[in-house]
């Protein structure tokens, strides 16, 4: 009898601290998110949340990062004689740099979990970096050779060796820059989901522009 009376008064304590484990685990997480989605701080109960609270958490970052994509359209800028004298190239930039940012999007991801559970740690991150050359070129590669034919339809075989080759080197800077993004953040104190959202595909996206129309302009002789 002494036995189940002490399991009737621990039970309910080991159920409380069980409770409370989750509650702090699922709060942890949802924080996760925000950053991940560049929402400020978190938003609380959201079905309860009002309007302005909602604005007032998104708005900084959604506003700097309109001005972080300028850089986008100053690359496009650059090669507008490029553009003008083939014009097919547009049909590919937005096949092109989204691959990178979604390659990108996929190394943060993976990243800020293994940064967050405590598998990786800053010493690890030169290791990292060569295995995700050699992930980054295979995926690379792969994406390269199934855009390849899509070129040669649209544009013969000069538009077919650039899509390619630019698929190649956005996919490997991009996924190069989604893992190193958490590294960095971590370094200088910032949380590292805040990597695994916009701002990576945002930095990759910039970055495609610049290399797809420089790959094109070399290419073309222009």
Request: glycine share 10%; aromatic share 6%.
């Amino acid at each position: 009898m002494t036995f189940i009376h002490e399991l009737n008064r621990t039970a309910p304590a080991s159920s409380k601290a069980q409770a409370q484990t989750h509650r702090a685990a699922v709060e942890e997480a949802t924080e996760d998110f925000h950053k991940g989605a560049l929402i400020s701080t978190p938003l609380g109960n959201l079905k309860t949340a009002t309007i302005g609270l909602l604005y007032r958490k998104r708005v900084f970052w959604l506003v700097l990062l309109v001005f972080g994509n300028l850089f986008s359209g100053a690359g496009i800028a650059i090669f507008e004689e490029t553009i003008a004298a083939h014009i097919v190239l547009v049909f590919f930039l937005p096949l092109l740099v989204d691959s990178g940012g979604n390659a990108g999007a996929q190394s943060a991801t993976l990243m800020v979990r293994a940064l967050a559970t405590g598998e990786v740690v800053m010493r690890d991150w030169l290791s990292l970096l060569g295995r995700e050359c050699g992930v980054a070129l295979a995926l690379g590669c792969t994406m390269a050779i199934a855009v390849a034919s899509l070129g040669a339809l649209r544009g013969g075989r000069d538009i077919a060796l650039i899509v390619a080759s630019s698929m190649l080197v956005i996919v490997l800077l991009g996924s190069l820059i989604g893992m190193s993004l958490p590294f960095l953040l971590s370094r200088i104190k910032l949380a590292p989901a805040t990597a695994s959202g916009p701002l990576v595909t945002s930095i990759a996206d910039a970055a495609g522009v610049l290399v797809y129309f420089g790959i094109a302009s070399q290419v073309l002789d222009i």
